[in-house]
């Protein structure tokens, strides 16, 4: 069973990962994939900052 802790750790890894995919996504202009991933992006997000997180430094997905 994993703790609070560990849970928002893990979601903010995820959450660093889907945004390194979503810039390169944009970058070779793959929509549908990126599409996709901002959905995940979005879901994570809602989690952390559920969580109490606060995400201005590290979101790097101005949208």
């Given at each position: 069973?994993?703790?609070?802790?560990e849970v928002?750790?893990q979601?903010?890894d995820?959450?660093?990962k889907?945004?390194?995919?979503?810039?390169?996504?944009?970058k070779?202009?793959?929509?549908?994939?990126?599409a996709k991933?901002?959905?995940?992006?979005?879901?994570?997000?809602?989690l952390?900052q559920?969580?109490?997180v606060n995400?201005?430094d590290?979101d790097?997905?101005?949208?």
């Amino acid at each position: 069973m994993l703790t609070g802790i560990e849970v928002i750790k893990q979601a903010l890894d995820d959450f660093k990962k889907i945004q390194e995919y979503m810039l390169l996504a944009k970058k070779e202009n793959a929509t549908e994939t990126y599409a996709k991933l901002k959905d995940e992006y979005l879901t994570v997000k809602a989690l952390l900052q559920a969580s109490g997180v606060n995400l201005t430094d590290i979101d790097k997905i101005k949208e």
